[in-house]
């Protein structure tokens, strides 16, 4: 849980760079073309957007739809512009023209490295220097956390039960350690020979702080931010060097309603990127099995999945037999077209069922190796 005054205030934001290499060599399609980075002077939708030589202004703010870049091609005076594609808004960070050793090599390649601006949202990964990685699940109203006798209230309320199974000692040393360093102004030598057996880190740090006037433990009691009420236990509280990892939900959330199936399969593609789905796998399906939920199952396995209605003979049950008749000499007999069986070469023993792609598919590749499928069909 993290304090959301402290969120406001800038604690924990970040950046992520993202570096985009365009080379103009690549876009040439026939031999006698040339491309370089440029913009022509007429073209008024560019003018505040892109600077003379194509490129974006540094400090510029990129917008999904903006003008990226723009090219031209100097023997026919035709400009090409590329638009920025991506959902999330940008600041154009740094622009380096690429060349060769010599320096002398002309202006087709450039590297333009962008800044994402991101504060921390519910999902993102934090962790320790001890292993002790979380999750920001809720951010709680400064006035609504629990503080000290001093007033002072915690950024982040870490959850114990992660200490019993993990072991993660040193942070609760790191912990003291990081609140008598600032009680007493001082560095710590962390260095792992600095303490032994008879020696020990613990009564160290458990004395520096009786002195500045707190609990040997690291301990203090803390005070409920809505009621007002002393907590009964007392609650472990100190400075620790707490880190945002790359891990972001930005980055990883994935949606799909309608969209792209796969030409094979017929069924939903997957991946993020393609704007594809999340797998329902063997162990989902298990878990709907054992709950009873037999609609749910038929919609996500099926109607949502690879639906298809299929010819079958009721007579011989092969799905692969049913064709069309042959085309007539003339086209208006061509709607009357019936479907019959190869086997059976008969048109009223063909019903219409509903089966998954994916099984029809897998008919045909049965057929490929001599094996037979007949369906029984009341």
């Known amino acids: 849980i993290l304090n959301k005054a402290s969120w406001e205030r800038g604690f924990a934001h970040g950046n992520v760079y993202k570096t985009e290499f365009i080379d103009l060599s690549a876009k040439i399609k026939v031999a006698q073309d040339t491309f370089i980075f440029g913009k022509t002077l007429n073209n008024e939708h560019l003018k505040d957007k892109l600077d003379d030589d194509g490129l974006p202004p540094i400090g510029a703010v990129l917008n999904y739809g903006d003008p990226f870049y723009s090219y031209i091609n100097p023997s026919t005076g035709e400009d090409f512009v590329v638009y920025y594609k991506n959902k999330e808004s940008c600041v154009v960070d740094n622009i380096k023209i690429c060349s060769n050793d010599l320096g002398i090599g002309k202006f087709k390649e450039v590297c333009i490295t962008m800044r994402v601006p991101r504060n921390p949202t519910i999902g993102d990964k934090f962790a320790s220097r001890h292993g002790q990685k979380g999750i920001l699940s809720r951010l709680w109203p400064s006035e609504d956390m629990p503080f000290t006798e001093s007033g002072m209230v915690p950024d982040i309320l870490f959850n114990p039960h992660g200490f019993p199974s993990r072991m993660t000692i040193g942070m609760l040393v790191e912990s003291m350690a990081g609140k008598s360093a600032a009680l007493h102004g001082l560095c710590h030598d962390a260095t792992p020979f600095t303490f032994s057996e008879e020696n020990s880190a613990l009564e160290y740090f458990g004395e520096m702080l009786k002195?500045?006037?707190?609990?040997?433990?690291?301990?203090?009691?803390?005070?409920?931010?809505?009621?007002?009420?002393?907590?009964?236990?007392?609650?472990?509280?100190?400075?620790?060097?707490?880190?945002?990892?790359?891990?972001?939900?930005?980055?990883?959330?994935?949606?799909?309603?309608?969209?792209?199936?796969?030409?094979?399969?017929?069924?939903?593609?997957?991946?993020?990127?393609?704007?594809?789905?999340?797998?329902?796998?063997?162990?989902?399906?298990?878990?709907?099995?054992?709950?009873?939920?037999?609609?749910?199952?038929?919609?996500?396995?099926?109607?949502?999945?690879?639906?298809?209605?299929?010819?079958?003979?009721?007579?011989?049950?092969?799905?692969?037999?049913?064709?069309?008749?042959?085309?007539?000499?003339?086209?208006?007999?061509?709607?009357?077209?019936?479907?019959?069986?190869?086997?059976?070469?008969?048109?009223?023993?063909?019903?219409?069922?509903?089966?998954?792609?994916?099984?029809?598919?897998?008919?045909?590749?049965?057929?490929?190796?001599?094996?037979?499928?007949?369906?029984?069909v009341q």
């Open 211 to 376: 002195e500045a006037g707190y609990n040997y433990y690291g301990t203090e009691r803390l005070y409920s931010g809505i009621s007002g009420v002393e907590l009964e236990a007392d609650i472990f509280i100190g400075v620790v060097y707490y880190q945002r990892l790359r891990h972001m939900v930005s980055d990883k959330f994935q949606v799909r309603t309608t969209g792209a199936r796969d030409k094979l399969t017929n069924q939903p593609v997957g991946g993020r990127n393609i704007q594809g789905g999340i797998r329902f796998g063997e162990m989902e399906r298990d878990a709907l099995l054992a709950h009873g939920t037999s609609f749910l199952l038929h919609d996500r396995l099926f109607n949502c999945s690879d639906r298809s209605e299929a010819h079958v003979c009721v007579k011989c049950g092969s799905l692969l037999s049913p064709i069309l008749e042959k085309p007539p000499p003339t086209w208006s007999s061509m709607r009357n077209r019936k479907t019959y069986c190869l086997i059976c070469n008969r048109a009223d023993s063909i019903d219409v069922i509903s089966v998954p792609y994916v099984f029809r598919y897998f008919v045909a590749e049965l057929a490929s190796m001599n094996i037979n499928v007949k369906l029984s």
